[in-house]
């Protein structure tokens, strides 16, 4: 029997609720199912605050796609690749909240703390604006050393280091306009991008768009429940069984965004684990702990570029970053990769960027470098 390729890409949020054990069971339990009837299922997330398609996470997805192409068989019987874009919130009681729902049957309960911290994201674009000038952030470009004292300066920051004609808050920075549509407008960017590059556009790419329900710990799909992805599906429709069964076990995703550490890695799960890194943490500082992932521990940040020090980070990155340090006060932030090496060329990527090195610098953040080799 020949064997079967599938590729799933998961562009969910940072935020430390977004990851609990109920999920991490399914989707191990399904994958290995998968692969005993001829299909390998390989999930690669990119967390990312508001879970926006930005071009630097448009360039993490074009990463993985590029290098997983790389790895499968030259013979193998591709059956598809799949990008699933997912945010969270919190829907009012008497909201439809099937697996497959329509916006106008669901509302968001206004202010609830479970919804995305994105919504606000253009007012933390403003707080970084007010922290880069009030710091005259200073930046190496190839023609010497520059400082930023005035809105102008700050706009030639982002054309020289960001390669963004514009200004920040607002602008560069977004806040999520409408929290119900945003996963359908993020699928839309995505497939308008697909559809310009000739890379990717012959892949036959599938998108779905979703919102997590951090009330019911289940998935909603808001693009009318098409395509239809087998595999997704089984595995959404199996947690919210799973997580009826096991409500004491998720009771912290209900909770108000409260982690213990920041962790930045690699968008790749096989070279950076959230799970072990949290085990990690714990006991560094002594903190009893079950063998499991609860969630609302660790707030993550990943990408497929982090371990490159020249491409600079991404909008939604610097503003998940700042919020982490700022509002959420997680001064510990590990820094996770593959090997010793990976790892400190993610920490000097932070160094190199300006407007993440300032922010580190400012709220005295304390790295914590770790590796996947020594950590295994």
Excluded at 154 to 173: H, M, N, P, Q, S
Excluded at 348 to 354: F, L, S
Aim: charged share 25%.
């Amino acid at each position: 029997m020949s064997q079967k390729d599938q590729l799933h890409i998961l562009i969910g949020c940072a935020d430390a609720r977004d990851l609990n054990q109920v999920q991490l069971d399914v989707i191990g339990a399904k994958t290995r199912e998968y692969a005993r009837q001829g299909t390998r299922v390989q999930l690669q997330v990119i967390r990312a605050a508001g879970s926006f398609v930005s071009k630097d996470v448009y360039q993490d997805l074009k990463h993985i796609i590029l290098d997983y192409q790389k790895e499968i068989p030259a013979d193998h019987e591709d059956d598809g690749y799949y990008i699933h874009i997912q945010s969270h919130g919190h829907f009012t009681p008497e909201s439809k909240k099937d697996y497959v729902s329509h916006i106008y049957d669901m509302k968001i309960v206004d202010g609830s703390p479970l919804n995305c911290g994105m919504l606000g994201a253009s007012a933390v674009g403003v707080e970084i604006e007010q922290l880069i000038l009030e710091n005259n952030l200073t930046y190496k470009t190839p023609d010497g050393r520059k400082e930023v004292k005035t809105d102008t300066d700050l706009r030639e920051l982002l054309r020289d280091v960001y390669a963004y004609d514009g200004f920040l808050a607002g602008d560069w920075i977004k806040s999520i306009d409408l929290l119900r549509t945003h996963p359908r407008a993020q699928k839309t960017a995505l497939e308008q991008m697909i559809s310009k590059d000739p890379d990717l556009k012959r892949l036959g790419i599938k998108i779905t768009a979703g919102i997590q329900d951090y009330s019911i710990h289940g998935l909603i799909r808001l693009d009318g429940g098409e395509p239809q992805v087998r595999f997704w599906d089984e595995v959404q429709q199996e947690i919210r069984v799973k997580a009826a069964e096991r409500i004491e076990d998720l009771k912290a995703q209900s909770q108000t965004q409260k982690p213990l550490a920041g962790l930045i890695c690699m968008a790749d799960p096989r070279a950076s684990s959230r799970l072990a890194a949290a085990n990690y943490y714990f006991e560094m500082k002594g903190i009893q702990h079950s063998s499991g992932y609860s969630a609302n521990t660790v707030f993550n940040l990943t990408g497929s570029t982090f371990d490159i020090p020249s491409i600079p980070f991404g909008p939604y990155a610097i503003t998940g970053f700042y919020y982490a340090v700022k509002h959420l006060d997680l001064k510990d932030q590990m820094i996770l990769g593959r090997d010793q090496g990976q790892t400190d060329r993610i920490m000097h990527k932070i160094e190199q960027d300006p407007i993440m090195n300032l922010i580190a610098q400012k709220f005295n953040v304390n790295f914590i470098k770790i590796n996947q080799h020594d950590l295994v």
